[in-house]
């Protein structure tokens, strides 16, 4: 009954999966006030830097798992799908890196804002979204795979990377830097411009309009840089610069 439930629940958030970090925001902003960790400016500035540092750690963990092996699993007609079952790098450790490094995130996201709320029911949410979607995608797996994803699952923890024998798993790959910033520079910009649109936030309901030009005028120049940055990889991505590179 309950791998059930997971399953349908699963095949309705799969189809959101692209609107999750969106939803996130939104979630914070319409259903939680910000707040200070420990209601002190000291604690809550240390939970803000461990909440970058936590999203950044998602966003780097992704990179390092699709410059290794990617696995393409986007869905068709909103439906799981997958081409071939990929068991090598950093799937030989664990089965869904991918997840854990959009759950960090998440995570991370959430430690900025810094509502006792995120803690005890949007982030519980949102891994139970995750956890559905993923028993979707082993549900989809093991019809389509058969022995071959059972002797895998037996072998390969489906959250908590077991690192033994990494490095050896990983000599057989070249890593393939521009291959990771095409997949997943939208995810970097997303975060980053997440991360400090939830601190601005935070900081305009907890203290007001800014007073001084100095508050306007440097998240200003961030998003400018950001939105450069952004350009600027979409431009070399469109013109072929960021092809896979040989080897």
């Keep these: 009954m309950r791998q059930k439930l997971l399953i349908k629940s699963g095949n309705f958030f799969f189809k959101l999966r692209n609107a999750l970090f969106p939803l996130f925001i939104v979630s914070l902003l319409l259903f939680t006030k910000p707040g200070l960790f420990l209601e002190n400016e000291t604690a809550d500035k240390l939970a803000v830097g461990a909440g970058f540092i936590t999203a950044l750690l998602g966003v780097v963990f992704r990179c390092i798992v699709i410059g290794f092996a990617y696995i393409k699993r986007g869905g068709r007609d909103g439906k799981v799908y997958a081409e071939n079952l990929v068991t090598k790098g950093f799937y030989n450790h664990v089965r869904n890196p991918m997840y854990i490094g959009n759950f960090l995130i998440l995570t991370g996201l959430g430690m900025i804002y810094g509502s006792i709320y995120v803690y005890i029911a949007v982030i519980p949410l949102f891994a139970f979204i995750y956890l559905s979607i993923v028993i979707t995608e082993e549900n989809y797996l093991r019809e389509h795979f058969g022995k071959e994803y059972e002797e895998y ?17 990983l000599k057989e790959f070249h890593y393939d830097w521009r291959k990771a910033i095409r997949k997943d520079y939208g995810t970097f910009f997303g975060t980053i411009v997440g991360c400090y649109a939830i601190l601005l936030i935070k900081k305009r309901l907890l203290y007001g309009f800014p007073r001084n030009i100095n508050d306007i005028t440097g998240p200003l120049i961030v998003f400018l840089l950001l939105a450069a940055g952004y350009i600027l990889l979409r431009f070399l991505k469109k013109r072929g610069k960021l092809k896979q590179s040989a080897g």
């Design 153 to 169: 699952c037996k072998r390969v923890p489906r959250f908590m990377p077991n690192l033994s024998g990494l490095k050896e798993s």
